[in-house]
DNA sequence: TTTAGGG
DNA sequence: CCCTAAA
């Protein structure tokens, strides 16, 4: 657990993209489902998605982004390390490998925690993703290597028919096969072509699903990219996700820790991490094993340079509703001023199979950002194409609203369009006197579907905790919600999350709720 | 002032 | 949503 725990705390400061009115909201997510995300936050060697819409960010964030996030403080990445590792496509699915030993030893903290991704020599190399991956082509040799890459043990079958089977089911199966690839005919291949980013956000952008060979249900697999906030130094390269495991988790836990007691909001979390990792065992196959099958995709994370503040903010990742979406959490040590760039990630793993799962993400411009800092670098690694927009469409659960994903590239602009319209509109704030002499707010103003959207994507963004940010950046334009509705309705939100999962589904809670949720069209908010 | 939490 | 303790 402290494993995971640690993992889960790690640090990242994500944010979404420009999160004011004007702005669009961006969202991506990935899909992810329970099991993987739940390996994403243990197993930091894999990363799925990568986002980057220009150079607004984007949020793809992985459970591996966790790693990237996560900084080791001690360790300094290697921009050139890791840019070669990203690009360096390796043949044999040595993520998987790596990751399935990190397992074994039990070590998966041990990676997150080698923390500097450069430390992690051996890690995978995530340049296959780049490219499609097609196990026609290898020779039996080849497939023997790609076999024990990803599951860890060698084999003696001649037959490719069935080594590639095996490999294209192992990697199908692992959650990371997450959104960009698609194995097709004992062909993995990356869905989307062309993005731009390393190719992993534009596909992923594209279409999150994957098929497998079986013909199962696809599972989805969603991660948003959050951008952590790393220190300068580490980002001075370029932003660049390091895959390095965080070991600060553990040390940010523990500092937390000192500087307060847990939080209700942290016994949660932890409770929901463990949660979680239960729960993630239907379509898990590399958890059961041990191995993790990762995807062999990475992706490489964009980092964002944050340099405004100059003033580094750590967050952890928290997760939503269990294992549905994560989403940074301000670092337990506060007091100092939330930073402003951050870039969250949020994660969505409807783990359902068959769920078709999408995720939002919308695409923004740099400029469309807030005009926050100026300082922030929004230089991301690589970008995807923009059009490539996803809508989530999340419904306020209390309300018993529903999500719907919608994926529409391209069409992001309706949602923000929809979203405006409905909640943003008036500002008039109706107070009322109270007995007492105070004045109240009147009483509830419901909380749109878009103001939720906008919520969840501050958060993600921003991180958890960092209200006034939040309230600033994203809900400039809503004069009634202030900074603690904001807290109260996140508040509201998780817990509603995890109300709502039934017992004995495979599908995490957050992701049940989703779904739940998810019957009716974006169109028809209750606004 | 802002955040976390309880009410 | 409100109120308050902490920071």
Redesign the pocket.
Known sequence: MDKFLSNLQVEGDGRLVPATEDELMEVESLLIDDRCGMHIDAEPGQTVGCISNEGSSSWMAQLESLEGLSQPKSKKVDPDKLNGRLEEPVPSLAPSLRESNLNQSGSVGELVAGGSPLSVTTKPDFSILKGEICLDNLSIKELHETFKATFGRETTVKDKQWLKRRISMGLTNSCAVSTNFIIKDNKFAKKGNEEGCNGMYGSFAKDPSIVNQKGLPTCLVGQLDYHKVVPERRLENHNIDDYSGSDDHENEQRAAKRV?K?????IEEFSEVESKESSGRLLNLAKNSGHGLMSPKSHVRLVRNVSSGGRTVVTRLDSLGGSGIQVPC?SRV??SR?RKNFMALLKFNPSGMGMAATLVKKALDDHSFPPDDGNEDRVLKASSTPEHVHHLFVGMPEKGKQFSVMSAAGLGNNMEMKMNSSGDSDDNVV?VP?S?G?V??K???A?TLSEVMKLVEGVSRYG??????I?RLVFASYS??????L??KWRNLLKASFTQTPPDTGVSSFSYFLLTCSSHPPENHDY
């Open positions: 307060r847990p939080t209700k909001r942290y301000v506060r007091r939330p107070t109270t007492k105070g109240r707010r009483h509830h103003r909380w958890a905790g960092r209200w006034s940010e309230k009634y919600r202030t900074s603690v509705d807290k109260d």
